[in-house]
């Protein structure tokens, strides 16, 4: 990943919170980890990505999050179902404005969502991983990504 292309998906994740709950977050500098376990949160939307590059995107977000973005678009039911939506929505979202940018053999899957933190996810053997935090309304969530060319 260069540069360019992690400020992609720091614009991308921007233009979401700022586009879907006219409030928008504040997107940190994308730092690079060993241990992805540490950056998960309550609930995680997973997108393989194959094609030209292939690898991983997540993104992870706590409960306290999540339903405050669903109240922020409208939706006041808050039960789990709801939350692993739409953590499997924003991951895909943001994953999808990326393949505007890499071309349509960037494919991505259906999103795979987790619930609960973990300490034995792994992702593909790709040799840089970012995390890129976000804060909205005083919550934590981060971006992952594992991707290479």
Known sequence: MNDDNLKMFVEGTSHYFETVTQKPAVIGAPFL?????KYLSDYTGVIGISGNYKG??????PQ????QLLAAIGILESGEDKMMDLVGEVSNTV?????RTFGDQFMLSTPIVLKGKSDSVKVSKVEEVYVIPIV???HQANLIISLEE
């Open 33 to 37: 980890i060993k241990d992805i376990n």
């Open 56 to 61: 991983s995107v997540f993104f992870t977000a």
């Open 64 to 67: 306290s999050m999540l339903r």
């Open 95 to 99: 994953s999808g404005n990326a393949r």
């Open 136 to 138: 909205w309304r005083q």
